[in-house]
């Protein structure tokens, strides 16, 4: 019999009582590929052996105290991954003990529903660029909006200026309504239109990175600059522009925070 336990656990045999637990990594830590972890369990009888695993995928084995692993990840995508020791003790039943860990996110990579182009300083948290851009009517270059100032003219906030776009009376005709009940693509709804700032990080990530998104033509973003003016990011000048928002037919390509 196999029993799964959280963290620690225990497992009687003749009145007496097996415990093992985790040592490290603590479950708070946060891990990063290419960076030694220590693996360790301690144990209050002797094992046999104890079997590591990630995601189920094996780790390595270790006989003999310390029941320690050193451990360097490679190629471990961000966000949390199932951490796993499977202990044999010698007098007692086979026992398993889970741990959630936490890797780094990392620019560059596949993940969130995009691909990622910022990570703040503790690589949990950041912004995601969507792999396509927006479709609107069975088009992708677009006006803006009517020649009205809506007020969305915050230059670093693109998530407050979309919802306040999305949900103005004036634009019920553009594409801003795509995004009033949550704009919907690989499993996330919360995408907006990048404000000015932010669309100039995305362009920066991309000068300088060899990644799957490409993007070479102008894009809206959704800072105003006035009634007949909004800003856009021209890609293949690598260059901001205030256009139009009534004449210029440009792209929309939606980012998210996580």
Not at 69 to 96: C, M, N, Q, Y
Not at 167 to 188: E, P, Q, R
Request: with cysteine; net charge negative.
């Amino acid at each position: 019999m196999t029993l799964f336990v959280l963290f620690a656990c225990e497992k009687s045999n003749r009145n007496e009582k097996f415990e093992c637990s985790f040592v490290s990594p603590v479950p708070a830590e946060i891990l990063a590929n290419d960076t030694q972890v220590q693996l360790t369990i301690t144990a209050s009888h002797d094992i046999d052996q104890v079997k590591f695993l990630i995601n189920d995928e094996i780790i390595g084995t270790v006989r003999g105290v310390p029941y320690t692993l050193t451990w360097i990840p490679k190629s471990r995508s961000g966000g949390v991954h199932t951490l796993k020791a499977i202990v044999d003790p010698i007098e007692f039943e086979e026992v398993v003990l889970t741990m959630p860990v936490v890797f780094r996110y990392h620019v560059g990579e596949n993940a969130q529903g995009g691909t990622i182009f910022r990570v703040d300083d503790s690589g949990t948290h950041g912004m995601a660029v969507a792999l396509e851009d927006l479709i609107y009517n069975g088009v992708k270059n677009i006006v803006w909006g009517p020649e009205e100032f809506i007020g969305a003219a915050d230059s670093t906030d693109g998530q407050s200026n979309t919802e306040l776009l999305a949900n103005a009376g004036l634009l019920t005709n553009y594409f801003w309504t795509s995004f009033k009940f949550g704009y919907h693509h690989n499993g996330y709804t919360d995408w907006f239109v990048p404000s000015k700032t932010e669309m100039l990080r995305l362009l920066d990530y991309l000068t300088g990175a060899v990644s799957p998104v490409t993007m070479s033509d102008t894009y809206w973003t959704s800072t105003e600059c006035c009634r007949a003016n909004a800003c856009a990011i021209d890609f293949a000048e690598k260059k901001a522009i205030v256009t139009l928002k009534a004449d210029s037919l440009f792209r929309i390509r939606p980012i998210r925070k996580f």
